[in-house]
């Protein structure tokens, strides 16, 4: 069984700053790793992915997120934010092995975006 | 629009009531999943259909729950017996395969308030 925990339930950040949002995950085998977008009253729309490969991976919106194995983290980041942005995210994991593929989800950041 | 559409978009029913949801996944993708969202968490996996066949369900789905792809095309979800603790978005997910084909692509939800 997979677990994902997103320590920040909500982030506020001025207009043009950075931000951090987190994601640890545990999981006895290995997994892919998402980050979605909900904006309110609306479906999630994938952000980004890890599958294999580099380490660092790119997104939609200018966002990138970092795979990291040891830390067992996949942290999001964007360096300049926009007020569009202000929406919930969710880390989310799902298991390469076996037939399920279903996604575990985070319980979510709120990504607030002021002027 | 060839996204994964779902109807209706909000559902406002009594307790003891039955609904029933419907999801047209991306009409390509074989791979159909249902989750639920209540307010601040993360979506939770219900179940998940390959084609025709149901080939998982969460502990989550009571027998109070039913989900059916028939034609391995569209799916409906039926909740009978409404209870208060059913308020949640239900939200519709397809994709292509398991693996790093499991892109999940989700429709926008359906909005249950159980009164």
């Known amino acids: 069984a997979q677990s994902v925990t997103q320590l920040d339930s909500q982030v506020p950040v001025f207009e043009e700053a950075p931000v951090e949002l987190r994601c640890n995950y545990s999981s006895s085998v290995s997994v892919y790793l998402f980050w979605y977008v909900q904006y309110p009253n609306q479906g999630l729309q994938l952000l980004l992915k890890?599958?294999?490969?580099?380490?660092l991976v790119k997104g939609i919106n200018g966002f990138e997120a970092e795979f990291n194995k040891s830390q067992t983290s996949f942290h999001l980041r964007k360096p300049s934010v926009h007020i569009s942005d202000t929406a919930e995210y969710f880390c989310?994991?799902?298991?390469?092995?076996?037939?399920?593929?279903?996604?575990?989800f985070g319980t979510g950041t709120r990504l607030q975006v002021t002027l | 629009d060839t996204g994964v559409s779902q109807d209706p978009r909000h559902k406002i029913t009594k307790r003891g009531q039955n609904v029933t949801f419907r999801c047209d996944p991306i009409?390509?993708?074989?791979?159909l999943y249902w989750y639920r969202q209540t307010l601040g968490q993360g979506p939770e996996f219900l179940t998940y259909f390959q084609n025709e066949a149901q080939l998982e369900k969460s502990r989550l789905l009571s027998d109070r729950f039913s989900a059916e792809r028939p034609k391995g095309s569209f799916s409906t979800l039926e909740i009978q017996r409404t209870e208060q603790g059913d308020s949640a978005m239900y939200l519709c997910?397809?994709?292509?395969?398991?693996?790093?084909?499991?892109?999940?692509?989700f429709g926008p939800g359906t909005r249950l308030t159980v009164l």
């Open positions: 009409s390509e993708h074989n791979r």
């Open positions: 989310a994991v799902s298991e390469k092995t076996g037939t399920a593929s279903k996604l575990t």
């Open positions: 997910a397809s994709s292509l395969g398991s693996g790093r084909l499991n892109e999940q692509f």
């Open positions: 890890y599958l294999s490969g580099s380490t």
